[in-house]
Antibody
Framework: EVQLVESGGGLVQPGGSLRLSCAAS????????MSWVRQAPGKGLEWVSV???????YYGDSVKGRFTVSRHNSKNTMYLEMNSLRPEDTAVYYC??????????????WGQGTSVTVSS | DIQMTQSPSSLSASVGDRVTITCRAS??????LNWYQQKPGKAPKLLIY???TLQSDVPSRFSGSGSGTDFTLTINSLQPEDFATYYC????????FGQGTKLEIK
């Protein structure tokens, strides 16, 4: 079964750090495009990052320079390292498999989400 | 950056109705437009990619159309499970989501 499972969310103080994990089953993370998307409480969806199969990663302006994506191929897992966290980073974070350009980069497989709260 | 404007922001309809949600891009995005459905407490679900291609396992009552800057999502014969929030997303440049359309039961 094709599946994504996020973990690592929690409560962190402003300025702190957190690492989220996105473990895949049924497909290979490193062979696919992968995205992170977040959703603040009661708000809409916000794109965070996309990582292509060749390792190139692009970030949204609101997280650029503070968030870093990495992959652990043998664990078939993607990570989102979040530093210098701000209250406005409070959200549910989803990872999603992203289809290639020919399929309009649609995000076809999503995890269940992990909640991050940045508060003192 | 490309801005995506969805309308309406909310919509009331009855089971069996036909509804249309529109999404307008601030500049042309060809057909790099995707539609998602999200239910409370759940992850989004891809419905349509490339403006008009139905994702596998999505019922055929859902359809998408448009190109350039104007796009529509149509749901024919609304079913109880269709009441949810719908988002468009452009993937021509930096992926950007519309603000969402909440579809409620009348």
């Amino acid at each position: 079964e094709v599946q994504l499972v996020e973990s690592g969310g929690g409560l962190v103080q402003p300025g702190g750090s957190l690492r989220l994990s996105c473990a895949a089953s049924g497909f290979t993370v490193s062979s696919n495009y992968m995205s992170w998307v977040r959703q603040a409480p009661g708000k809409g969806l916000e794109w965070v990052s996309v990582t292509y199969s060749d390792g190139r990663t692009y970030y949204g302006d609101s997280v650029k320079g503070r968030f870093t994506v990495s992959r652990h191929n043998s664990k078939n897992t993607m990570y989102l390292e979040m530093n210098s966290l701000r209250p406005e980073d409070t959200a549910v974070y989803y990872c999603a498999r992203t289809l290639p350009r020919g399929s309009s980069y649609g995000m076809d497989v999503w995890g269940q989400g992990t909640s991050v709260t940045v508060s003192s | 950056d490309i801005q995506m404007t969805q309308s309406p922001s909310s919509l009331s309809a009855s089971v069996g109705d036909r509804v249309t949600i529109t999404c307008r891009a601030s500049q042309t995005i060809n057909t790099y437009l995707n539609w998602y459905q999200q239910k409370p407490g759940k992850a989004p679900k891809l419905l349509i990619y490339g403006a008009s291609t139905l994702q596998s396992d999505v019922p055929s009552r859902f359809s998408g159309s448009g190109s350039g800057t104007d796009f529509t999502l149509t749901i024919n014969s609304l079913q109880p499970e269709d009441f949810a929030t719908y988002y468009c997303q452009e993937s021509y440049s930096i992926p950007t989501f519309g603000q969402g359309t909440k579809l409620e039961i009348k």
